[in-house]
Nanobody, 133 residues
Framework: EVELVESGGGSVQTGGSLKLSCGASGIPVADSDMGWYRQTGGLECEKVSTSSKDGRTFYADSVQGRFTISRDNAKNTVHLQMDNLKPEDTGVYYC???????????????????????????WGQGTQVNVSS
């Protein structure tokens, strides 16, 4: 069974920082495309940042310059460093992987899987981030 477990969420003031971690079991992060997504109050699942196994990265315009995705292959973990946080960053953050094809694990609401499952078919349970004014 493949499992992704997010950690590192919490409550901070505007301008603060958090570092999220996604520990993967059953798949090698080094051989997987990985992503971070979030739900910020609505039902939509927003793509925040992705990291391809070939080294390409993506950042949403809303977090560009503030967030950094990285891999620690030795620890089989993906991180999301979140700096200069804003209240609009508040939400539940999910980690996702594009493998294995033989397993589909949905996010708790199912909205992330519904929107992005064609690419990322395995999701964690999420970690809460609260940014206060």
């Amino acid at each position: 069974e493949v499992e992704l477990v997010e950690s590192g969420g919490g409550s901070v003031q505007t301008g603060g920082s958090l570092k999220l971690s996604c520990g993967a079991s059953g798949i090698p992060v080094a051989d997987s495309d990985m992503g971070w997504y979030r739900q910020t109050g609505g039902l939509e699942c927003e793509k925040v940042s992705t990291s391809s196994k070939d080294g390409r990265t993506f950042y949403a315009d809303s977090v560009q310059g503030r967030f950094t995705i990285s891999r620690d292959n030795a620890k089989n973990t993906v991180h999301l460093q979140m700096d200069n946080l804003k209240p609009e960053d508040t939400g539940v953050y999910y980690c996702a992987a594009d493998r294995p094809a033989t397993q589909n694990r949905r996010d708790p609401s199912g909205y992330c899987y519904s929107r992005w499952g064609y690419k990322y078919n395995n999701w964690g349970q999420g970690t809460q981030v609260n940014v206060s004014s």
